[in-house]
């Protein structure tokens, strides 16, 4: 993780941050405060400790932290106080799973509807510019970018019907919410960039293991992964939301932003961990399923160009495995 994007007079002020609560969002607040920021963070449950407290410890959150309990499917008016006079916003609040018995309204609706809610209210309170965290899941699988075709980035979008079929129902609710969006700010003016970030792993100070941790958790444990039609690479939560600030601070970045330290198979990630920690159970993968995707060492040049570099695979997996083993999980 390198600084990157410090446009001068953008920096300061205030800023909201949705889902600040969760595995990236609690980075992103770090980061924010970090930088000299005030931040209002939203969290779905103020009365939850787990939701508040490892955000309420952070440094500088006693002056430049107020926390506000926003629901994704209530209206646009549970947003407006949290988003009230602040120049930007970084919508993250969003379900992450990849099971569910109800996908309409587990996943789908607070994807699509909160993602239209905090751009409404961040329309209608002046906001400057909303940076959308967005995924991967938006842009892939899609048949028609095939393994040797280069990714171009914008306008690369997943195949919603494939998706639908495949019942990938979190790569759904993402594509449907990022499409939302852009036809939103498009037909009100509102400044909209994207992050489309990969599997998100890294060191956490959340109380919980978030769903893309998990991934890395149970291979550690030596469980089976079936994410040949999810996993396209990974990267590392500091340079998520290192990359988000770079993309609200630089009024030069437009448009959809991948961000993947390396695109790979998961037959890739598995050896690897198998080959950092003999020590756990680790399955590898015997069979390729993922020939449709290719391999790419800096698959996300745009976020290079604008300066962000990224934590290495083997400083990321230790970090996360040092926090697995002081929260007794391995
Ligand atoms: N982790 C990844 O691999 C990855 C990759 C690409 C993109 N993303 C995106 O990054 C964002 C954050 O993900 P994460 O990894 O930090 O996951 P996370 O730890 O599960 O955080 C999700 C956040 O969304 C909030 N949220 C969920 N449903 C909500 C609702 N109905 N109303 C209000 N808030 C709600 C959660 O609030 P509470 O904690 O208060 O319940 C939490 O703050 C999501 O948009 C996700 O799609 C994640």
Redesign the pocket.
Known sequence: MEAAGDSAGARGGLLCV??????????LVRLLLDRGYTVHA????LQ?E??TKHLQTLDGADTRLRLFQ?????PSSSMRPAIEGARGVF???????LHTQDPEKELLE??LK?TLSVLRAAKDCGVHRVVL?????AMLPNPAWPADKVMVEDDCWADLELLKERQLW?HV??TL?EKAAWEFAEKEGLQLVV???????GPFF?P?V????N?LLQLLRGQELELDAVYTG??D?RD?AQSAIVLYENPSAKGRHL?LASMERLVDFADKIADMYPEFPVHRIKEDKQGWLMRDKEPSKKLIDLGVRFVPFDVTIREIVDCFRSEGLI
């Not at 926003?70 to 209530?74: R, S, V």
């Not at 965290?133 to 899941?137: E, V």
């Not at 992050?195 to 792993?201: E, V």
Request: aromatic content about 6%.
């Open positions: 949705t889902g600040g609560s969760g595995f990236i969002g609690s980075w939203t969290v779905k449950n939850d787990g939701e926003m629901d994704l499917l209530d919508h993250l609040a969003s379900p992450l799973t607070p994807a909160g965290m967005s995924s991967k899941s979190y609710s993402k919410a992050l489309n970030a990969g599997t998100t792993l959340t919980s978030n769903t893309s941790l991934i990974w990267v939560v998520v961000c």
